[in-house]
């Protein structure tokens, strides 16, 4: 059951940022939003993730609504290599039952 | 570390023949997936174990499909007998609490039945 809806493509142009929506407006008090992308051919790859607070790391910032009903991934200055396919999930911390990718955002990174 | 290792990257059988692949998680991770990967179903989880032990197998397609992981570093996922719809890519993934439940990815397997 599909638990986030994204966008099915986007795209961006290299060196700007790259601002990834996905809605979860069924989100539980103890599910957390993860991000993973997938670049073609090769498994998904961590990218972030946060419960209520906005996070930020070396990759990307998420930030989440203050009702936790959708968040944001940016990209602050996207590559050609960040074309991928963004995942958006929401799952509790230590339970992987639900842990459902969905279809993703296709984010095109163009020159 | 040289991260999750699944062999084989690639396998090639004709349907009705046992297949079995294969996962190294990376070390000191206690928790590992399979995962399959098909364009119509997109990635689905299988089975995941915690400290070797399946905590949930509910994605497991059928009783053609089994896993095990005798040890802390192996794990294999068994199609007996195979069929043509079990073509996939078929992901390993590992983590444990240290990595904050971080999935790490391996390379995949991609399976075709012919």
């Known amino acids: 059951d599909a638990k986030t809806t994204q966008p099915t493509s986007m795209d961006c142009a290299e060196g700007r940022a790259a601002n990834l929506p996905c809605n979860h407006s069924?989100?539980?008090?103890?599910?957390?939003v993860y991000w993973y992308r997938q670049i073609h051919s090769q498994g998904p790859q961590y990218i972030i993730h946060?419960?209520?607070n906005n996070e930020t790391n070396e990759m990307a910032s998420l930030i989440i609504t203050e009702d936790r009903k959708s968040s944001t991934l940016i990209l602050p200055h996207a590559t050609l290599r960040d074309t991928a396919v963004y995942y958006c999930?929401?799952?509790?911390?230590?339970?992987?039952?639900?842990?459902?990718f969905g279809s993703g955002t296709k984010l095109n990174v163009k020159p | 570390d040289a991260g999750v290792i699944q062999s084989p990257r690639h396998e090639v059988t004709e349907m009705g023949q046992e297949v079995t692949l294969r996962c190294k998680p990376i070390s000191g991770h206690n928790s590992l997936f399979w995962y399959r990967q098909t364009m119509m179903r997109g990635l689905e989880l299988l089975i995941y174990?915690?400290?070797?032990?399946?905590?949930?197998d509910s994605g497991m397609p059928e009783d053609r499909f089994s896993a095990k992981m005798p040890n802390a570093s192996f794990s294999t996922l068994k199609i007996q007998p195979s069929e043509p719809r079990d073509s996939a890519v078929y992901f390993c993934?590992?983590?444990?609490?240290?990595?904050?439940?971080?999935?790490?990815f391996g390379p995949g397997t991609r399976l075709t039945v012919t």
């Open positions: 174990f915690n400290n070797n032990v399946p905590i949930d």
């Open positions: 993934a590992s983590t444990s609490y240290t990595e904050n439940y971080e999935q790490y």
């Open positions: 999930i929401v799952s509790p911390l230590y339970n992987f039952n639900k842990f459902y």
């Open positions: 946060g419960l209520k």
């Open positions: 069924t989100i539980s008090g103890n599910e957390y």
